[in-house]
């Protein structure tokens, strides 16, 4: 594939690639660092790219496994801030993600306490829109797995937003 030919078959993925970024990461500044590696290297192997139509769910393959990798890899860093109450602390967080969309502060502690794999895969189908089968892919996963993880999902949320807000759940009131 040419890099030209790349260039337009990634530029409408960009900005799923940096919601996932963003998710995976949890903060903006490591989301740009990611989603851009994560762009250089779909670039480095656009080669492999078997089936183009399914370049949404490759390259969100490829930015997962790369943040695996560098979590796996990280080691352990002592920080020492200096500056006082003139500090200012980052903003760039999933959960001003999903509230820029609209999402209320229980949706966002109740998908905060899912288990990880679960979290992201409710993120990429109800946020994202993704299939089961580009999930699957994403999550080097089967289609079986993405299902029950999604189901346990979505029951984890709705036990914890029945604990928050049990009138807009069916809960007791």
């Known amino acids: 594939m040419s890099p030209k030919e790349f260039a337009e078959r990634v530029e409408p993925h960009l900005g799923v690639m940096h ?29 492999s790219l ?17 943040h695996l990798n560098r979590v796996r890899d990280a080691k352990p860093q002592l920080v020492v ?25 229980e949706l966002v502690l109740a998908l905060r306490d899912l288990p990880e794999e679960q979290a992201t895969v409710l993120w990429l189908r109800a946020v994202e ?10 999550m080097d996963t089967p289609v079986g797995t993405v299902r029950s993880r999604l189901s346990r999902a979505r029951e984890g949320m709705l036990a914890r937003l029945r604990r928050h807000v049990p009138s807009a759940v069916g809960g007791r009131r």
Do not use: C
């Not at 963003?22 to 290297?41: N, V």
């Not at 959960?95 to 609209?102: N, P, Y």
């Open 50 to 66: 078997r089936d183009p139509e399914k370049i949404r769910s490759w390259l969100l393959a490829l930015l997962r496994n790369l």
């Open 19 to 47: 919601r996932m970024a963003r998710r995976l990461t949890r903060s903006r500044a490591e989301a740009e660092d990611l989603a851009q590696e994560g762009l250089l290297r779909a670039f480095e192997r656009r080669g």
């Open 81 to 105: 801030l200096t500056g006082g109450a003139d500090f200012e602390h980052p903003t760039g967080d999933l959960e001003e993600e999903i509230q820029s969309r609209a999402l209320s502060d």
């Open 129 to 138: 829109g993704l299939s089961y089968e580009e999930i699957a892919e994403v």
